[in-house]
């Protein structure tokens, strides 16, 4: 019997090792210590009216600091439109369910066309493996907690946050942005304007002088 159950172990570990179960077990164990260690603060709920209010002040306040300027009219809104539609028309086209599926298959078949030599992880590789897939979820969870505890949790204060942000912000002037088009033109423009309407013509006045001796000796 001894035997049977030491052989039954040596199977039962080549297909999923113990140090393994043992790992994920000591994890679930010590996150639900974790959990009844926590302190959990119930959010406090506010009005409609309260939040209402708060956001009008704030508006007013806004308001008042800044004085409107009347924008004039962009003389390149055409490059920018063409740019635009460019733009919405290749989202549109990739976004489409027929490019979808042509995109899914053609990776399907790719895949299915890749011949590969199957290499087996030795026991080492698998705990190297294993060690690193969780230093990689630790830092995931830690950047996870600082991003989830950096945000308000209630509307005032998320509210507060973009009012202060919109002061520090410097609001840019649509006459000062260029899109590629733009600079492509401006930075070719005089490249554009030294070419001649017609080359032959051009031709002819830088060598109309050599022109004229040949003639004359005829």
Sequence with gaps: MDIESNDNLESESKEFPRWLAQTLAQNLDRKYHFFLRENRNEPTWITWGKAAEDACKSLLTYITQFKFKEIKLDPHWKYRSIYASNLINKVAINSSPKRRIELISDLINNFARKQEDYHPVNPLEQRMIHLEANRINCYARDLKKDFEASLHKT???????????????????????????????????????????????ECIKKNFLRLERNLQNL
């Design 155 to 201: 509307w005032v204060q998320a509210a507060r946050r973009n009012y202060l942000r919109m002061l520090r912000t410097d609001f840019t002037s649509p006459e000062r942005e260029f899109t590629d088009w733009d600079l492509c033109f401006r930075f070719n423009r005089a490249r554009i304007n030294s070419l001649s309407v017609s080359s032959w013509t």
